[in-house]
């Protein structure tokens, strides 16, 4: 199950499971064709130079920095905290996604 869990996703698109088994994050859809990327899971044509790149996805557009220090409550030092978090998390997946691939194109 971990492995199932680790290894496939749903297409975007048509819901059909789809393995990763290389190390290319730009994906196509045997079922329907439909293109995107594994890691962000965004359709492919909006990864090229006109939005940022082909890995603009990695770059993480959370939630504005929390107020200055002076002005924080418990409820801001909170809210801090998990954005934190949530920033921790959007690039511990893509460095997960990034070392899976890696491990797929030595393979």
């Keep these: 199950m971990d492995w199932f869990l680790k290894h496939t996703k749903k297409c975007p698109s048509c819901k059909c499971v789809i393995e990763k088994n290389e190390g290319c994050n730009h994906m196509t859809c045997k079922q329907c064709k ?4 594994w890691v962000c899971m ?3 044509s909006e ?4 939005s940022g790149g082909y890995y603009s996805c990695n770059k993480y557009k959370g939630a504005e920095e929390a107020r200055s220090k002076g002005e924080q409550s418990k409820a801001g030092s ?3 905290k998990q954005q ?3 920033r921790f998390m959007h690039y ?3 460095f997960s996604a990034h070392d899976n691939s890696r491990f ?3 393979s």
């Design 42 to 44: 965004g359709v492919w």
């Design 34 to 37: 439909h293109q995107f990327c």
């Design 47 to 50: 990864h090229g130079k006109g």
């Design 84 to 86: 934190e978090l949530q």
């Design 92 to 94: 511990f997946d893509r």
């Design 78 to 80: 909170l809210r801090q």
């Design 104 to 106: 797929l194109e030595v």
